[in-house]
């Protein structure tokens, strides 16, 4: 199992400091939000930034997940906005586009991003024939690029739950590249099923796992043990499931104590993980 931290519980530090904070805690990989201040996809100099990022994540050992979350990248006054599924969704479509490059370039093991919520006044109908379309278009960039594509199903988006996710995978013709991105809070929060039961239902698709507690119908991130997720059934499911991808920390609103919470985290991660396996340890 390969633990790794969101750069999204680490906006209050310069991306370097992050990635060498989150190293040194032990963790082998990072889930990093493109965002102004988390190489900016719009910035001058791109190419050497992200040279360097590509340099920093070899020099520490680190894989890398490229995630496309950020709140007002695109727009200061409409949080997520535009989204795949508005009027001026090119500007989404750009940024996918982006992040597909930038992900080929740093050696990103997939590119990760969510549907958005339907806009008002827009009917369902014309909502999926927007996700399909642009979708099919980001898809078609990452295959020429080679890197994998995680859809996350996300609470109270258009697609929100993993039969959502599958019906989009067959609405594009089932391809191989269009994977999963799964987030083991997400499950409990708004599944109905259990969340180790979850992690087998995609064990075949599953390229990008978040991970954070969470409670039955509540789209808050927790911190382990502070929600109602028994983890050493899950990360045994993972284990079952044969994936090899990272398990990233998810917790976009604990920036404050980002490196005692990493701390714990990766402690917590662990001691599941001996647990599952039957060798004792709490979690």
């Known amino acids: ?25 032990g963790y082998e990989g990072v889930a990093l ?39 007002y990248l695109l727009d200061p006054r409409r949080k997520h906005a535009p989204t795949l599924l508005d009027d001026d969704r090119d500007r989404r479509l750009d940024l996918l586009c982006r992040a597909v490059a ?83 809070g997400h499950c409990r929060c708004n599944e109905p099923g259990l969340v180790p039961d979850c992690v087998a239902a995609v064990a075949g698709h599953l390229v990008n796992v978040q991970i954070d507690d969470m409670r039955r119908g ?19 499911a993972l284990t079952d499931a044969g994936y090899r991808g990272l398990v990233a920390v998810e917790l976009p609103r604990h920036s404050h104590a980002a490196p005692a919470v990493a701390a714990r985290s990766i402690e917590f991660l662990r001691a599941a993980e001996r647990a599952s396996h039957g060798e004792g340890g709490t979690a």
Do not use: K, Q
């Open 1 to 25: 199992m390969r633990f790794g931290y969101g750069t999204n519980g680490f906006a209050d530090h310069r991306l370097p400091d992050a990635l060498d904070v989150i190293a040194g805690l």
């Open 33 to 71: 939000t493109l965002d102004h201040h988390r190489l900016d996809p719009y910035a001058d100099g791109l190419g050497r930034r992200v040279a360097r990022v590509a340099d920093r994540l070899r020099d520490l050992g680190l894989a890398v997940v490229v995630e496309t979350g950020a709140r």
């Open 102 to 184: 930038i992900g080929a370039d740093l050696g990103a093991e997939a590119v990760s991003f969510w549907s958005g919520v339907r806009p008002a006044g827009t009917d369902r109908a014309t909502a999926w024939d927007r996700l399909t379309d642009g979708c099919g278009r980001v898809l078609d960039a990452a295959l020429r690029a080679g890197v994998p594509l995680g859809f996350e199903p996300e609470p109270g988006m258009l697609v929100d739950t993993i039969a959502g996710w599958r019906r989009l995978h067959e609405a594009l013709g089932s391809p191989d590249g269009f994977g999963i991105t799964l987030d083991i």
């Open 218 to 236: 509540v789209h808050e991130h927790l911190e382990f043990g502070e929600g109602e997720i028994d983890f050493p059934p899950v990360l045994r």
